[in-house]
């Protein structure tokens, strides 16, 4: 009798653990899904990487976004000054296809400057550029009617994450016989925080009335870069006039940005341009 018994426990035992081992899993995560699903739950974790895009310092989005203007068109008064020496490069580096400079279609994402803030945006970059005296108080403000607004990207094709969206403000050219005196011509504004690289601008003012060091120091504080150090050369065949002075700032790695401040006699026009 005492067998019997015996054998009978062990056998429920037998059957209790192949019933918990085939439907055991399956009531448990039913209890877990019921406690998980439909119900809002935070978990902190920790983050793999920036994204896309991500937070590069001053000096970074500078050089990127040289090295990707580089590769474009000159300026509307570089083109109509054909002053060419040979072949000479006129100090654009060969950019063996590494940097792009592409519009964007999908316009602005996220916190950037819109089609309909950038006029704006503009006019109060130039009112901080008159401020702090890189361009005269004679320089006009930009509208829609007037001037042409489009948003691209500078990209470094090797590391995409490394990009600067910026606006590119210009002179419409569908207004003939324009007058274009004490205006920009154009320009190239940051589209985060509206911060303007490089312009192009008809003043009254002559190049000797322009201070080469004090516009690149108080340039470099608005921008908020280091220091820049005097670029030495002796080829006066840099830029397409000989009135003018670079400047060099430290970029990404051992590399370097060029910033020039130059003057288009006969025009009267006062540029500061990266490269």
């Given at each position: 009798?005492?067998?019997?018994?015996?054998?009978?426990?062990?056998?429920?035992?037998?059957?209790?653990?192949?019933?918990?081992?085939?439907?055991?899993?399956?009531?448990?995560?039913?209890?877990?899904?019921?406690?998980?699903?439909?119900?809002?739950?935070?978990?902190?974790?920790?983050?793999?990487?920036?994204?896309?895009?991500?937070?590069?310092?001053?000096?970074?989005?500078?050089?990127?976004?040289?090295?990707?203007?580089?590769?474009?068109?000159?300026?509307?008064?570089?083109?109509?000054?054909?002053?060419?020496?040979?072949?000479?490069?006129?100090?654009?580096?060969?950019?063996?296809?590494?940097?792009?400079?592409?519009?964007?279609?999908?316009?602005?994402?996220?916190?950037?400057?819109?089609?309909?803030?950038?006029?704006?945006?503009?006019?109060?970059?130039?009112?901080?550029?008159?401020?702090?005296?890189?361009?005269?108080?004679?320089?006009?403000?930009?509208?829609?009617?007037?001037?042409?607004?489009?948003?691209?990207?500078?990209?470094?094709?090797?590391?995409?994450?490394?990009?600067?969206?910026?606006?590119?403000?210009?002179?419409?050219?569908?207004?003939?016989?324009?007058?274009?005196?004490?205006?920009?011509?154009?320009?190239?504004?940051?589209?985060?925080?509206?911060?303007?690289?490089?312009?192009?601008?008809?003043?009254?003012?002559?190049?000797?009335?322009?201070?080469?060091?004090?516009?690149?120091e108080a340039w470099g504080n608005?921008?908020?870069?280091?220091?820049?150090?005097?670029?030495?050369?002796?080829?006066?065949?840099?830029?397409?006039?000989?009135?003018?002075?670079?400047?060099?700032?430290?970029?990404?790695?051992?590399?370097?940005?060029?910033?020039?401040?130059?003057?288009?006699?006969?025009i009267n026009e006062i540029f500061l341009k990266i490269?």
């Amino acid at each position: 009798m005492r067998n019997t018994a015996r054998y009978f426990a062990v056998f429920l035992a037998v059957v209790l653990v192949i019933a918990v081992s085939i439907w055991g899993p399956e009531a448990l995560a039913k209890y877990k899904d019921k406690g998980i699903l439909n119900e809002p739950h935070i978990e902190l974790v920790m983050e793999a990487g920036e994204g896309y895009r991500y937070q590069m310092n001053a000096n970074e989005k500078l050089y990127i976004l040289s090295r990707c203007l580089g590769s474009q068109a000159l300026s509307e008064s570089e083109n109509s000054l054909t002053f060419y020496a040979g072949n000479a490069s006129l100090g654009y580096e060969d950019l063996e296809g590494s940097y792009a400079f592409v519009r964007k279609y999908n316009g602005p994402s996220g916190n950037e400057i819109t089609d309909g803030q950038i006029y704006a945006a503009c006019n109060e970059g130039l009112a901080m550029l008159k401020e702090l005296n890189i361009l005269p108080g004679d320089v006009r403000d930009v509208n829609a009617a007037s001037y042409n607004a489009t948003l691209y990207s500078a990209i470094d094709v090797l590391e995409p994450r490394n990009n600067v969206a910026v606006w590119k403000m210009e002179l419409s050219n569908s207004q003939k016989n324009a007058d274009k005196e004490n205006r920009l011509i154009d320009a190239y504004i940051d589209a985060d925080d509206g911060k303007i690289y490089e312009f192009y601008a008809r003043t009254s003012l002559l190049w000797g009335d322009i201070d080469t060091d004090a516009i690149i120091e108080a340039w470099g504080n608005y921008m908020g870069l280091d220091t820049p150090a005097a670029y030495e050369s002796d080829n006066p065949l840099l830029e397409t006039t000989p009135y003018f002075k670079k400047y060099v700032f430290s970029g990404m790695g051992d590399d370097r940005t060029i910033v020039t401040v130059g003057y288009y006699e006969g025009i009267n026009e006062i540029f500061l341009k990266i490269s």
